[in-house]
């Protein structure tokens, strides 16, 4: 039988590609198992996902204008001059408001059937309301209306009647048989045989029976390689089950079992037996049927519940049961706010300012201020992203177990592995911690599957097996 190596060796490394990065979710494909031969092993491996480079121009500042203001010059000169030529001042007129009332409804009127026409009376139930609109039209009811319920009893009558106590019948006399004593020979055991077994005899002889055949099996494997962090952690490897067998001890037939018939011979015995000399006989007499004469209560209509309007059940008082409905109207609710409204609205006003000369210095200007606009173009730089086009996936693929992992083949990937500059640790043959790093290290900068350490791995390496 071949042992498989659990190889449980992934390392989850993240690839930062930018704001716009993809992060799908990972596919399942290893719910069937690979076709294998016996002594291949298979890991369940992640799968990277594919990705394509592209490059876009974005614009990192837009086109603007840059402003720059010239001030004015100024030269003092001693002239009559306006010092403060004729304006106009613009003031301010407020906005003035008026006060108005407005009435607001904030509960609406309401109509509904209750247990009386109080404030606080409570609503009738609606199986209330379903009894009494069998005797009134409750739509058409105007509101302050009340009905009241009514009982009538059931009415009964008395009156005779014959009732039968007693079924007609008949009496039965019986006369017994009569009987003598005589002795009499009887026979108290027939003639019969008896059928005898005679059990079967065995002897025990040992048998090697087959109870499982020889067959091949997907088997989760431990042993060389161990777990590291972020791996997936299963391995599956092809191996062959030998066939099983059990010795058992068996019981055989010696000799079957039989019967055998014995006579036994019938038995007879003197005794003292009792005759019938006459038979039983019955005499049977009629008997009448009795009748008796009985007052009995019949009813003759049964107990009613009905509903009238307020007068005409007080004229009916007695009949009340207590109970009753009334139509309310809640009237609605209003409420008056002030509200502000505009009178005029704000507005301005223009003075007249006159103009003010006087003869003195005066600073006067020779060049008017000005600006000088100039355009700022736009600033575009190109940047690389990384776009996912395949999403990440688990798959079975072909690994190194034990009885396919030597010190020479880890040597070799130890010596790879720091060519390509991946630090290995020592370079001793032993699948270590290190090792197992730099492996994950470089299947995961090289786009490879991770989970296990795959033939493709080998082959990337440049290492044959």
């Known amino acids: ?88 001042k613009i003031v301010s007129i407020p906005t003035s408001y008026d006060k108005i ?23 009738a139930r609606p199986s209330l309301l ?36 007693g079924e007609a019948s008949e009496k039965i006399e019986i006369i017994p ?12 055991s027939e003639a019969s045989t008896k059928v005898v077994q005679v059990p079967a005899t065995y002897e025990k002889i040992k048998e090697r029976i087959l109870i499982e055949p020889a067959r091949t099996m997907w088997k989760q494997g431990n042993g060389l390689i161990e777990k590291i962090d972020n791996a997936t952690g299963d391995i599956m490897c092809m191996v062959e089950v030998p066939a099983k067998y059990k010795t058992i001890t068996k019981r055989v037939l010696k000799t079957a079992a039989r019967t055998k018939t014995i006579d036994i011979d ?39 519940y009905f509903w009238l309007p307020k007068g005409e059940s007080d004229r009916n008082s007695r009949t009340r049961t207590g109970t009753k409905i009334c139509k309310r109207k809640v009237a609605a609710k209003y409420k008056t706010l002030v509200k502000r409204v505009i009178k005029n609205a704000a507005s301005t006003k223009t003075i007249d300012i006159s103009a003010k000369y006087k003869t003195i210095k005066v600073r006067k200007m020779v060049q008017a201020p000005r600006e000088v606009r100039s355009i700022i173009p736009a600033k575009v730089e190109t940047v690389t992203k990384r776009i996912q086009i395949g999403s990440e996936r688990l798959e079975w693929r072909r690994v190194l177990c034990e009885t396919n992992t030597s010190k ?20 001793d043959g032993i699948l270590g911690k290190a090792t197992l790093h730099a492996i994950g290290e470089y299947q995961s900068r090289n786009g490879i599957e991770r989970g296990g350490l795959t033939l493709a791995t080998l082959k990337r390496l440049g290492i044959e097996y």
């Open 1 to 88: 039988m071949n042992k498989c190596t659990k190889m449980n060796l992934a390392i989850v490394i993240g690839f930062v590609v930018g704001a716009n990065s993809v992060s799908a979710a990972r596919i399942d494909m290893t719910a069937v198992l690979p076709d294998a031969q016996p002594g291949q092993c298979f890991a369940k491996v992640v799968v990277p996902p594919k990705f394509r480079t592209e490059k876009r121009q974005i614009t990192v500042r837009e086109a603007s204008e840059k402003i720059e203001i010239i001030p004015a010059k100024y030269a003092m000169v001693r002239e009559k001059i306006l010092v403060k030529p004729a304006s106009t």
């Open 101 to 123: 009332k407005t009435k607001i409804e904030i509960s609406p009127t309401r109509i509904y059937w209750a247990t009386s026409l109080n404030k606080n009376a409570r609503m």
């Open 130 to 165: 379903k009894a009494v609109a069998a005797d009134v039209n409750l739509d058409a009811t105007r509101p302050g209306a009340c009905f009241y319920e009514h009982y009538t009893a059931s009415k009964f009558k008395t009156e005779m009647q014959e009732i039968e106590t």
């Open 177 to 188: 048989a009569k009987y003598e004593w005589t002795t009499k020979r009887v026979l108290v």
């Open 266 to 304: 019938a038995k007879y015995k003197m005794v003292k037996v009792r005759q019938k000399i006459s038979e039983a006989q019955e005499i049977k007499t009629p008997i009448s049927r009795k009748l008796t004469k009985v007052s009995r209560r019949v009813k003759i209509a049964d107990a009613h």
């Open 408 to 427: 020479d083949i880890v040597l070799r990937i130890q010596k790879a592995l720091k060519r390509k500059g991946f630090n290995p640790g020592v370079v």
